[in-house]
């Protein structure tokens, strides 16, 4: 393998780290971490590395080898165990949605300032 590939290698790691980091986000999303201890999150990482098609090793070297990955994982997991910042329910309405209501998108909107 020449340097390119090398570097195309890594960067293929870096992406699928990041995959995963989603996978593992949206399984452990919802759960308080009372609920939540390292066996399960390491359950969680190591089937998204399964699914995005790395191994545990590799996702952990990822993220050891470049402090932007290490940050993203430790926010990620912030979020996913201790929720949102944005107090409001934002995954339930949609903020398209003209009354406030989940998925209704009927009534007719009017610009404020004719």
């Keep these: 393998m020449n340097t390119g590939q090398v570097g195309q290698a890594r960067e293929d790691v870096k992406v699928k780290a990041i995959r995963a980091m989603r ?6 999303t919802g759960q308080s971490e009372a609920q939540t201890d390292d066996a399960r ?5 190591a ?3 399964t699914t995005v098609g790395i191994t545990p090793q590799d996702y952990a070297a990822a993220v050891r080898g470049s402090p932007e990955l290490t940050e993203l994982e430790r926010e990620t997991l912030r979020e996913a165990l201790a929720g949102s910042t944005d107090p409001g329910p934002h995954d ?3 903020r398209e949605s ?4 989940p998925g209704d998108l009927h009534k007719n909107r009017t610009h404020p300032i004719p």
């Design 98 to 101: 003209p009354s406030g209501q």
């Design 92 to 94: 339930e309405i949609s």
């Design 47 to 49: 089937a998204a590395c």
């Design 41 to 45: 999150v390491e359950r969680a990482v």
């Design 23 to 28: 996978l593992v986000r949206d399984e452990l």
